[in-house]
Each structure stands twice: as C-alpha cells, then as structure tokens.
C-alpha cells in the first residue's frame, strides 16, 4: 500500500483540504510537531483557509524528534485525523503545512524562517516542562538544560526560548517587526508567562533587545481543548482502511474543539473564529474553568486509574464509583471560579464527563500522567490555595494529590522531569504522615499549603484509602 499524498485517489467521503495547497505560502511557525497540535490548531488553520485564503500556511518545527518531520515530509504535508463517537467516525485530511524541520538537524533553517517577514506569527506546543519556568521565582530557570544551553549559545539555540529570542533578535537587527508569540501550552496566563521568560533571556544579550520585544511585540494568552490520545497501530490500520493509503501520521480525536484566544496580534491573523475560536478581551475565567475542571479532574482520573489496574480512562469512567469521584471534585472545585462568558458551568461539567465516557477514544491514563509535578501548580494547588482563602476546607482537590503521591508509590514508577526525587519521596513515607517527604521536595508546594494541616491530613487519608503504605 502506498503512503497518502498529494496525488492520492481518496473516496469521495473524505473530506480534503478546500484550497488550493499549491498556491499556499508561509504564515505561522508552529514548534512542537505532536498530536494535540496536528488535530487542533492546524485544523482552525484549515477551516480558516477554507474560508479567508491567505499567506497562512504553517512550518512545523520538531526540536528534537526527526521521525514526524520526515512522515510529513514523505506525504507532501498532508496527514488525517478521524474523529470519533458513538455516533460514529469521520476522516479529514488535513493539508495546511507548508514546510516541515527538526531543529536538532536543521537550526540555522528554522532561524531562516524566524527571520523572514513573511513569518507573522509562531505558535507552541512544547508542554510545560519545556519553557524553563523557574518554580519557586516565576522567572528564567537558569539550572534547565534548554535554558543554560542557549543562554552560553544564543546564536545556536536548541530550546524553545532560545530560537523565539534568536528570531526576534534577527528581526530587530534587521529592522523588521516582531512576530506574535501564541502559547497553546497548559499555562496559566500562558502569553504572560512566556513574554516574561522571553524578556528575561532577552535581557541577557544587553542591547535594547528586551525594550524592543516589550514595546513592540505582542505575546497573546490562549486557552486550547481536544482529547487527542497518542496514535496506534490500531488508529493507523482504522485511517488505512477508510483512506486506501497508509498514513504514518493519522491520529483518533473527540468531536469536542475549543480555542480561546486574546485578539491581540502584530500584523493580522487567520480567520480562526471560521472553526469556531473564540476571540476575547480576557482569556483567564476560560483557562482557569479547563485547567481546574478538565486538567485537574482528568490528573485524578488517570491517577485513580493507574491505581485500580485500569489502562484508559474511558475504563476509569465505566466504575460509578470511580466516574463519582471526579463529578465530586468539578463540584468542588467550581466555587474558585471566576464566571466565565457565555458558559454554563454545571452543563459543561456534564458535558466533560461525558467526553471522558467516550468509548471510541483511547487516552491513557500513563499519557495523561507524565510530567504531573509540572501540573500540579495550576491543576490543583491553585485550587486548593483558592478554596482554603475562601475558607473553604478543600477536600477534593487533597484527595486529588493524595491520589497521585498513592499511585506513585503503588506503580513505582513515573515519567516525571524530577522523577528521582518523586520515587524517593514515595519510597520515603512514613505511615505517620506519609505525604511528608512530598511536601518536603524543594518548590513544589507553596507555603500556604505546606502549613494547611488539615489539609495535609486530607491528603493523608487519601493515601491511606489507596491502601499503598
């Protein structure tokens, strides 16, 4: 069977791209080739293309993985997403990208295309630990990889900030504007975040770098929702089947697509709202609602999960008892809400349950586990701060974290950036006060919860229900 592209006979069901590809040129560089951003902002693009053509194509920028540039690059852009319900599947061949890189083989291109005008905006999906946000100051973490990298080599960078800061630096030496910097990542105030880590390392090169960013550029915040499970053989051989051609790239999704984004851009945008984005003054109530809501219940999910031997969270979903717990902390966790426009917040509960329930969608629970240190912050322990200021007593979201210090333990194991030190303290409980040698990791806890001892004791017994130690 040969690969999909361009000059491939598809059935006349799928939906294909409604423009012409060939006539489509640069617009956006997007960094972090994965799932989540080939099922959901190319796919705005392309609804926006279909409707506002434009110079809006995306270069797609791997930084260290190679294996999905060279699949792009094998199938002329093009790959396809099936989007799945009880309802039943649809494809969609999505054919947006216009150019593909890996960083790690290919740098000096990727600061080519940062440096050429006709770049007007760069996205990111690189996830949270990516960025180098220093825990405990909200600043540059000099002591991260990336970061030290590129600090010593700014002119051959290999993380995410060092080619964003290089490209602006090119472009300001050279007399252009600045391009718009859109976070897609799961952090709060995500574009303020990032304008601050920008400057930050901007700051270091001492030559008006860092004023012309703050003047001139513009770091929009944004607020992105699909379950997008990580690709199989099984989501393959489906894509295969329905598209007579093999898609190396082909990825499952939910129905469900949500975008939020700040209108605040440095030389125009696509029509992203034709795919239903939402533009708004103030992003923050809608990222607050799907961090606390979606991330943190889905956090205690895929936790509660790995616990009870359970391999997806759709399984975690079919036990009552289990589906209970994570209806229990929505409902919690809704008072530390702000309103959010044009939400009703009890139906999107409802409705996120039911995404979770989704039989047709496969998402691990060891996916949606990784990294959960780097989560914890804005899922749960801002909730929690929140509650505990309201004088609220903050129960599911201690019995959200005494689930996952549970899990750790009761697995043994986590892909976690500060993974020897986690297993250390899992190994390290004390059935006294087993969250203890948690809460005694440098800059993860703040002060406040650290000295919430009924709360802590809410996380004890927790743990002790989980019946690990």
Not at 40 to 56: C, I, K, N
Not at 98 to 113: E, F, N, P, S, T
Request: proline share 6%; charged share 25%.
């Amino acid at each position: 069977m040969t690969f999909l592209s361009k000059g491939s006979a598809l059935p006349a069901n799928i939906r294909r791209p409604g423009y012409d590809q060939d006539r489509l040129k640069p617009g956006i560089l997007h960094i972090g080739l994965g799932a989540f951003h080939r099922a959901h902002q190319a796919v705005y693009t392309q609804r926006a293309l279909e409707v506002q053509f434009g110079d809006w194509g995306i270069v797609a920028v791997n930084l260290r993985s190679p294996e999905p540039v060279e699949a792009l690059a094998a199938q002329d852009g093009l790959y396809s997403i099936t989007v799945r319900s009880e309802a039943g599947d649809s494809l969609e061949v999505l054919g947006a990208t216009v150019d593909w890189i890996c960083a790690a083989k290919d740098g000096q291109r990727v600061l080519d295309y940062l440096a050429d005008p006709a770049i007007r905006i760069v996205t990111m999906t690189v996830s949270e630990k990516a960025y180098g946000l220093h825990p405990v100051t909200g600043g540059l973490d000099h002591n991260h990889a990336a970061v030290a990298h590129d600090l010593a080599n700014p002119h051959k960078p290999s993380g995410v900030l060092g080619f964003i800061v290089e490209g602006l630096a090119l472009r300001h030496a050279a007399g252009l504007k600045p391009f718009t910097v859109l976070c897609c990542d799961n952090l709060p105030a995500n574009g303020r975040v990032i304008q601050r880590l920008v400057l930050d390392m901007a700051r270091t090169r001492g030559t008006g770098l860092a004023e012309w960013i703050e003047r001139e550029g513009a770091f929009p915040c944004s607020m992105v929702d699909r379950i997008v499970p990580a690709a199989t053989e099984e989501t393959r051989r489906r894509a295969a089947s329905l598209l007579g051609v093999d898609d190396r790239l082909a990825l499952d999704t939910e129905p469900f697509l949500q975008w939020v984004i700040e209108d605040r851009f440095v030389e125009g945008r696509p029509s992203w709202e034709a795919g239903g984005a939402i533009f708004a003054e103030n992003v923050e109530p809608y990222e607050k609602m799907k961090l606390r809501l979606l991330n943190g219940s889905h956090t205690l999910l895929a936790h509660l999960g790995i616990l009870n031997g359970l391999d997806y969270i759709r399984e975690v979903m079919a036990v009552p008892e289990l589906a209970a717990k994570a209806r229990k902390h929505m409902e919690e966790v809704v008072s530390t809400l702000d309103p959010v426009p044009g939400i009703d917040l009890p139906a999107y509960i409802d409705e996120l349950l039911a995404r979770f329930a989704n039989p047709t969608i496969a998402h691990r629970n060891i996916q949606i586990s990784l990294d959960t240190t780097q989560k914890l912050p804005q899922r749960l322990l801002a909730p929690a701060i929140d509650a505990l200021t309201q004088g609220e007593r903050a129960d599911a979201t201690a019995y959200a974290v005494g689930t996952w210090m549970a899990a750790v333990r009761k697995r043994g194991d986590c892909d976690d950036p500060r993974r020897a030190e986690v297993l250390a303290a899992a190994q390290g409980m004390e059935p006294s006060d087993p969250s203890a040698s948690f809460f005694a990791l440098p800059g993860l806890f703040p002060e406040q919860l650290k000295e919430a001892r009924n709360w802590r004791d809410q996380i004890n017994a927790s743990i002790r229900e989980h019946q690990v130690i």
